[in-house]
């Protein structure tokens, strides 16, 4: 039985819920920032200011000069994430294999379901029309035998978008697709390819696969499939939760500081965000990775392996502040700060000579829960305001 499946795409999201909250914000062109008044980037769009060159991840003053009359709005999350778990609900009518790819995309397999509803295509037209009725709100829907195709073809018309490719249409389609546009090709690979004079799909399906495991290792294997539109991966439904690969936090300053009691006291909250995540889902890690970028953008990355695994926001903390040593450059000025910890392990516990220590940290995390984030925080935090 040939595969179907569904990728569904929410049309501009947050800036289509917004408008939908506000009336008086629909037909203007708006853009979704998490500080209209600080210094942050459009997390999305409006079709409106898309219209002027407002993209995603574009600076609040580029986004100005392109459009002087967009309305910026402050980012909603948790309507937001209120929204999306009732359109996957939604699309949970059709299939139990309803796999959540962000918050505002879903792989569906109709396969098995497809015939009790008229037809992957009346599926989609469903959804469609119950997400336009209930929350005003268009999508866009690609129909393909796998998730790869799927994706690609949902992107092909959007807004409000509805493609259907056929196995016998995958040939004549690929010729024509270049290969940055298919999803799992980045910029650098797709850079690479192109020295080696493969530029659509077609010519990535026609080069010997063994060429390109010698060039990209194991990864060649991966591309050879991506350029016959080959993809064998299964939706998998929300409650198969890929385990973490990574955690971190970061912030950009109000002000560019080169003020270092400002920026140890921000790495140290960064630090102990990260620690809570960990201990939340049960993740320890082993490897501190600290991002450093300066106010002219340059940005530099360094990270650091430790012996055992932790989620103790403390050592996360001095780790963090000893790669910082490293990258700083004084007296230059400091825009952002990350720290991420990678190298997880589940299922795992901080290993400790006596049990306070983890006690302490399980019931400083429950008081934070309850009555809000750093309400209970450890006294270096207070020191290196101080400093």
Known sequence: MMRQVL???????????????FPFLRGRPIGVCSHPQGRT?????????????VKTAMTIPQARKLCPEITLVRCNLAKYID?????????????????????????????????????????????????????????????????????LVGE??????????????????LEKIIVEEMCGIGPKTAAKLHRLGIKSCGE???????????????????????????????????????PAKS?????????????????????????????RRLRKDNYAGRTVSLVLRYADFTTMVRQHSLKNWTNDGRRIYQTGLALFYKLYQPPRY????????????????????FEHPETLRSAVDNLNNR?????????????????
Request: aromatic content about 8%.
């Open 247 to 275: 955690m971190g936090h970061s912030m950009t300053f109000d002000k560019d500081t080169r003020n270092m009691a400002i920026i140890r006291h921000h790495l140290f909250q960064l630090s102990e965000q990260v620690g």
């Open 83 to 151: 929204t999306s778990t009732r359109i996957m609900a939604i699309c949970s009518r059709f299939t139990d294999s309803v796999e959540v790819f962000s918050i505002d995309e879903a792989f569906l397999d109709v396969t098995n379901t497809a015939h009790l509803f008229g037809g992957a295509d009346t599926i989609a037209r469903k959804i469609k029309q119950e997400l336009s009725g209930r929350f005003g709100l268009t999508c866009s829907i690609g129909i393909a035998p796998n998730k790869l195709l799927a994706k």
């Open 334 to 353: 400091v825009r952002l700060i990350g720290i991420s910890v990678s190298n997880l392990i589940q299922q795992t516990r901080q290993t400790s000579m």
């Open 7 to 21: 990728h569904i795409d929410m049309d501009a999201f947050f800036a289509s819920v917004e408008q939908q909250t």
């Open 204 to 242: 990535l399906g026609r080069y010997p696969e063994k060429a390109l495991v010698r060039i990209f290792g194991v990864k060649g294997v991966h591309l050879h499939h991506i350029g016959k539109g080959i993809d064998e991966s299964p939706v998998r439904p929300y409650f198969h939760k890929p």
């Open 41 to 53: 980037v459009i997390a999305t769009a409006s079709y409106e200011a898309r219209a002027y060159g």
């Open 371 to 387: 009555f809000g984030e750093f309400r209970v925080t450890r006294a270096q935090n207070m020191k290196n305001m101080n400093r």
């Open 156 to 173: 092909m018309h959007k807004p409000d978008g509805l493609t259907i490719i056929r196995p016998e249409e995958v040939p004549v389609l």
